[in-house]
Nanobody, 113 residues
Framework: VQLQASGGGLVQTGGSLRLSCAAYGFTIGNYWMYWLRQTPGKRLEWVSSINSAGDTFYSDSVKGRFTISRDSGENALYLQMDALKPEDTAPYFC????????RGQGTLVTVSS
């Protein structure tokens, strides 16, 4: 099982980014999948999740601005991030476990003010 996040970068406040997560060794659609980010104190913070039925969930801090989705054909997970704020700056990870276990390498999002 391997997960690889990509798509991060530097963007101005109010801008958008789309993160991608490629999955290897399992089928994304069969599992709950999560996007997490790491706070300055190194704690992993839950951002969003999608279950096998396609139901989506968001933290209050990103609700209405971020959209999680998946592509079964590509076996990939996505996070569309709009109206970005400086406080969204963090490394972002995709994971099959909300604790972040087995999350793989993340992708850095930097939002300038």
């Amino acid at each position: 099982v391997q997960l690889q996040a990509s798509g991060g970068g530097l963007v101005q406040t109010g801008g958008s980014l789309r993160l991608s997560c490629a999955a290897y060794g399992f089928t994304i659609g069969n599992y709950w999948m999560y996007w997490l980010r790491q706070t300055p104190g190194k704690r992993l913070e839950w951002v969003s999740s999608i279950n096998s039925a396609g139901d989506t969930f968001y933290s209050d801090s990103v609700k209405g601005r971020f959209t999680i989705s998946r592509d079964s054909g590509e076996n990939a997970l996505y996070l569309q991030m709009d109206a970005l704020k400086p406080e969204d700056t963090a490394p972002y990870f995709c994971a099959r476990d909300r604790s972040g276990l087995g999350r793989g390498q993340g992708t850095l999002v930097t939002v300038s003010s």
